[in-house]
């Protein structure tokens, strides 16, 4: 009777285990689809950013040889790059803007890259690819206020660079905090996924909101 009771236990034990290796397993490929989702969103957005600012290096250049070149998103009085090139902003650090974008976003697309391929990276790197990001949309929010409220014109591959680069960073944020990289409760842990995509849709209704509210009156008589 002894030995039926144990083999009982024994087999009990067995399942437990066949159990929670099955459940670890589907953890273990849940992380991994998301790292690869991740990876494959970063590398398109980062080959988008870098050539838009690629489009824009190309005509600033243009403009360095012509000072009166028309560029290829001079759409119109308020979506027109060449107005935005010409000004300080556009060389914030003494340089053209968009070459910052070019080394930048090649770091995004090597980072994807050696993701898809199967690499792993140290908390300390996640840490210091979020800072980068961080910076990178503070830059952007920035170069979002000069354009709308100072400089008074749009540029087009500019606003699409915006737009990846605040993508970029609130999708590593997230990452990262549903990792622990970045310390949080584990409830915000486990549910910010899910809210990824509304935190960008937020983003980019309120920054372009504000655009359409500023510009308004040009808009409408341009639509006239």
């Known amino acids: 009777?002894?030995?039926?009771?144990?083999?009982?236990?024994?087999?009990?034990?067995?399942?437990?285990?066949?159990?929670?290796?099955?459940?670890?397993?589907?953890?273990r490929d849940t992380a991994e689809g998301s790292e690869r989702s991740l990876a494959i969103w970063l590398f398109m957005t980062g080959a988008i950013a870098l050539a838009s600012s690629a489009t824009l290096v190309f005509e600033r250049l243009q403009i360095f040889v012509d000072a009166g070149h028309t560029s290829?998103?001079?759409?119109?009085?308020?979506?027109?790059?060449?107005?935005?090139?010409?000004?300080?902003?556009?060389?914030?650090?003494?340089?053209?803007?968009?070459f910052i974008g070019l080394i930048g976003f090649s770091i995004v697309m090597t980072i994807a890259a050696s993701m898809l391929a199967g690499a792993t990276f140290k908390k300390w790197f996640w840490v210091a690819t979020n800072i980068g990001l961080a910076l990178a949309t503070a830059f952007v929010f920035w170069l979002w206020f000069e354009?709308?409220?100072?400089?008074?014109?749009?540029?087009?591959?500019?606003?699409?660079?915006w737009v990846m680069t605040i993508t970029m960073f609130i999708k590593v944020t997230v990452?990262?905090?549903?990792?622990?990289?970045?310390?949080?409760?584990?409830?915000?842990?486990e549910s910010i996924g899910t809210w990824s995509w509304f935190t960008i849709t937020l983003v980019l209704i309120l920054i372009f909101g504000i655009i359409v509210i500023r510009f308004f009156d040009v808009i409408m008589n341009m639509m006239r």
């Open 72 to 98: 290829v998103c001079d759409i119109n009085a308020l979506l027109n790059c060449g107005t935005v090139m010409r000004t300080p902003q556009a060389e914030a650090f003494g340089f053209p803007n968009p």
């Open 147 to 161: 354009t709308t409220f100072h400089i008074n014109a749009l540029c087009l591959f500019c606003m699409i660079v």
């Open 1 to 27: 009777m002894g030995a039926v009771e144990q083999t009982s236990e024994t087999d009990d034990l067995l399942s437990k285990d066949v159990i929670d290796s099955q459940v670890s397993s589907r953890e």
């Open 175 to 189: 990452r990262n905090i549903s990792h622990s990289v970045i310390p949080a409760p584990e409830n915000i842990r």
